[in-house]
């Protein structure tokens, strides 16, 4: 079955990364951020005897996830969940360990081209920004109820805003007048906010500030950080975990996670190297691997992906 319009970021490196240990008997692979399904889908095909476990906390998604999975039975377990649930997900499943975990962070196709999301700046739509619409919190709640220093700390923090402050005041202005519920008035107020100078430059001037949001009304920074070391510990010795980021400050996370378990931590102090204190990880690439120039082609919206992948160390303790 063929999802329209949906292409898989970095599919065929995806999958070279993910291939020795999805070729594992009954091997389990997790793919944490499933969406549409087309990563769990060529690793399906590929591999005869691996099951996935689909992490969403969109239910659109998982709904057409699950019809483009259904071919493979069984091999597919969805979840509608947040990524940061990993580990008691597992456990109800009574999965002691996994060979792989998947990460494809960010918005996705399909929210960002769903008007009725709110995700996009470059249309008129409400300001929802839910990635699960069965949460509360929006971004016209935001928008219209945090205080000109929350709204500042918002933008600043999660869309790297250099105007944040302006940004700010010219929403609190506004919505003095009456509530913003309209996308394209919040990006026109973005644009007429930040100087003339740097709109020339960058993209859309709207851009940092929707991003800003869009983590905040998800708390998408606070789940990564409590996922990452979660599904390092699930792994299996040998197992591998690649990751997908669209943005400095998820890059960022997924950087330091990563380099950090697969340091030796012995205090420097020491004259000999600790067993407990050995690297759990092992890189797998070389900083953070770009998608070539004919993929960014074919697929525009790979063009800020960065893919890191490691891999568990064979005397690594824990889950196995």
């Given at each position: 079955?063929?999802?329209?319009?949906?292409?898989?970021?970095?599919?065929?490196?995806?999958?070279?990364?993910?291939?020795?240990?999805?070729?594992?008997?009954?091997?389990?692979?997790?793919?944490?951020?499933?969406?549409l399904?087309?990563?769990?889908?060529?690793?399906?095909?590929?591999?005869?005897?691996?099951?996935?476990?689909?992490?969403?906390?969109?239910?659109?998604?998982?709904?057409?996830?699950?019809?483009?999975?259904?071919?493979?039975?069984?091999?597919?377990?969805?979840?509608?969940?947040?990524?940061?649930?990993?580990?008691?997900?597992?456990s109800?499943?009574?999965?002691?360990?996994?060979?792989?975990?998947?990460?494809d962070?960010?918005?996705s196709?399909?929210?960002?081209?769903?008007?009725?999301?709110?995700?996009?700046?470059?249309?008129?739509?409400?300001l929802?920004?839910?990635?699960?619409?069965?949460?509360?919190?929006?971004?016209?709640?935001?928008?219209?109820?945090?205080?000109?220093?929350?709204?500042t700390?918002?933008?600043?923090?999660?869309?790297?805003?250099?105007?944040?402050?302006?940004?700010?005041?010219?929403?609190?202005?506004?919505?003095?007048?009456?509530?913003?519920?309209?996308?394209a008035?919040?990006?026109e107020?973005?644009?007429?906010?930040?100087?003339?100078?740097?709109?020339?430059?960058?993209?859309?001037?709207?851009?940092?500030?929707?991003?800003?949001?869009?983590?905040?009304?998800?708390?998408?920074?606070?789940?990564?950080?409590?996922?990452?070391?979660?599904?390092?510990?699930?792994?299996?010795?040998?197992?591998?975990?690649?990751?997908?980021?669209?943005?400095?400050?998820?890059?960022r996370?997924?950087?330091?996670?990563?380099?950090?378990?697969?340091?030796?931590?012995?205090?420097?102090?020491?004259?000999?190297?600790?067993?407990?204190?050995?690297?759990?990880?092992?890189?797998?690439?070389?900083?953070?691997?770009?998608?070539?120039?004919?993929?960014?082609?074919?697929?525009?919206?790979?063009?800020?992906?960065?893919?890191?992948?490691?891999?568990?160390?064979?005397?690594?303790?824990?889950?196995?």
């Amino acid at each position: 079955m063929s999802t329209p319009g949906h292409v898989p970021v970095l599919l065929s490196r995806v999958s070279e990364l993910l291939a020795p240990v999805a070729a594992r008997p009954a091997a389990v692979v997790v793919d944490a951020t499933i969406g549409l399904g087309g990563h769990a889908q060529a690793l399906l095909a590929a591999h005869p005897q691996l099951w996935i476990v689909g992490l969403d906390r969109d239910p659109a998604a998982l709904r057409i996830s699950a019809d483009r999975l259904a071919p493979y039975g069984d091999r597919v377990h969805l979840v509608h969940t947040r990524f940061d649930a990993l580990t008691e997900v597992l456990s109800e499943a009574d999965i002691q360990g996994v060979d792989g975990v998947l990460f494809d962070l960010g918005v996705s196709s399909m929210q960002l081209d769903d008007a009725g999301r709110g995700f996009s700046y470059s249309r008129d739509t409400g300001l929802d920004m839910r990635m699960d619409r069965t949460a509360t919190l929006t971004a016209e709640q935001v928008v219209n109820t945090y205080s000109r220093a929350e709204l500042t700390r918002v933008l600043r923090a999660y869309g790297e805003e250099r105007f944040a402050s302006r940004v700010a005041a010219a929403i609190v202005r506004e919505r003095d007048r009456g509530p913003i519920t309209s996308s394209a008035v919040l990006a026109e107020l973005v644009r007429t906010a930040i100087p003339a100078a740097t709109r020339r430059t960058g993209g859309h001037p709207a851009k940092r500030t929707f991003q800003g949001l869009r983590i905040e009304v998800n708390g998408e920074l606070a789940a990564l950080e409590a996922a990452l070391p979660a599904a390092i510990e699930a792994l299996r010795p040998g197992g591998r975990l690649v990751a997908i980021s669209y943005h400095s400050l998820e890059d960022r996370i997924v950087k330091l996670a990563l380099v950090s378990a697969a340091q030796d931590s012995t205090p420097l102090d020491l004259p000999v190297l600790l067993p407990q204190a050995r690297p759990r990880l092992r890189m797998l690439t070389r900083g953070a691997e770009l998608p070539t120039a004919q993929e960014i082609d074919v697929n525009p919206r790979s063009a800020s992906a960065k893919l890191r992948a490691v891999e568990r160390a064979e005397s690594a303790q824990g889950a196995a």
